[in-house]
């Protein structure tokens, strides 16, 4: 069976296609794989060795040849291009009084199609536009709205870990992210901290979820008085990565224990689904409104 390999596009586009001729293919190389209607071409990232099975409809095409040096030349000239037509497309949106902001220009490396991506708040009319775009660049031409996660997968930019973004490296799909993912993991309600360069929730706030979870169900909640192995006291907090608790006797003086080290729980012990969230009105976080922090849940819905 033909060798399956993983292409990424422009704007952090990626898709799987067979290496159907056999050719001597070399991974970060250009490829001309076949598109829809004709050629594209795409950075071979990645060499699959493990079999996928693929729904009909999504079965992978085939990989038509190495990217030669006139392919090469031709796609700097159609990058080029694509830079020249943005500004164009933003003239032609001002001259339609649309309101719509334009993210990118991409062309199908054989000019048989012109795609515009662009945000938008609300819905826009923009048939005008598509037949005057079709009428100067002869091609057939898509608009595709797209949102503000998007957006930043499409732009690119560095986290603020100091890495590639998620969105342009390993994430296929975006899923639900919510603040309480972030009171989870007892980080601070700031809205500075806890957004991506989209503007939205980080993507990494799902990352540890299920290891907090997992981790704070095998103790009492804090405020909880218990009795261990190394002593007795009150819960201040659960230490998730070294999986202890940290507990404060009466002398003040903290203590460590794990889960199987507690002997037993107070009876005052507080049920832990009764325990409430801290309201956002009661987050301390200088300048953060409630409505700030409330704005980044109903972005993420």
Same mark, same amino acid.
Do not use: H, M
């Given at each position: 069976m033909a060798e399956l390999y993983l292409v990424e596009f422009k704007g952090s586009r990626k898709e799987y296609f067979y290496n159907t001729y056999y050719h001597s293919l070399n991974l970060t190389e250009l490829v001309i794989i076949q598109a829809e209607r004709g050629e594209d071409i795409g950075i071979l990232s990645k060499k699959v060795d493990v079999e996928r099975e693929f729904q009909e409809s999504q079965k992978p095409r085939s990989i038509l040849r190495p990217a030669s040096e006139t392919d090469i030349t031709d796609f700097d000239t159609l990058q080029e291009k694509e830079k020249i037509n943005k500004s164009e497309i933003l003239d032609m949106i001002k001259k339609h009084k649309l309101k719509m902001k334009i993210v990118d220009i991409e062309w199908q490396f054989d000019g048989n199609k012109m795609t515009v991506f662009f945000t938008a708040d609300h819905r826009v009319?923009?048939?005008?536009?598509?037949?005057?775009? #079709?009428?100067?660049?002869?091609?057939?031409?898509?608009?595709?709205?797209? %949102?503000?996660?998007?957006? #930043?997968?499409?732009?690119? %930019? +560095? %986290? +603020?870990? %100091?890495?590639?973004?998620?969105?342009?490296?390993? +994430? #296929?799909?975006?899923k639900p992210i919510s603040t309480q993912h972030a009171r989870d993991q007892d980080l601070p309600l700031n809205p500075s901290k806890i957004s991506g360069n989209c503007g939205r929730l980080l993507c990494c706030l799902r990352y540890e979820t299920e290891t907090y979870e997992t981790v704070k169900g095998m103790f009492p909640q804090p405020g909880t008085r218990v009795k261990t192995k190394n002593g007795d006291g009150v819960i201040t907090r659960i230490d998730i990565f070294n999986e202890e608790a940290v507990i404060r006797d009466a002398e003040g003086v903290m203590i460590r224990s794990s889960a199987e080290d507690i002997i037993n729980v107070d009876k005052a012990r507080r049920d832990r689904n009764s325990i409430e969230k801290p309201r956002l009105d009661e987050v301390d976080e200088g300048e953060n409104s409630k409505a700030d922090i409330k704005k980044l849940d109903d972005s993420n819905n």
């Open positions: 009319d923009f048939r005008e536009l598509v037949k005057e775009l #079709a009428s100067r660049y002869k091609t057939r031409i898509e608009l595709r709205q797209i %949102g503000v996660r998007d957006e #930043a997968r499409r732009l690119g %930019g +560095i %986290g +603020i870990c %100091g890495l590639r973004q998620c969105c342009n490296t390993f +994430i #296929a799909d975006f």
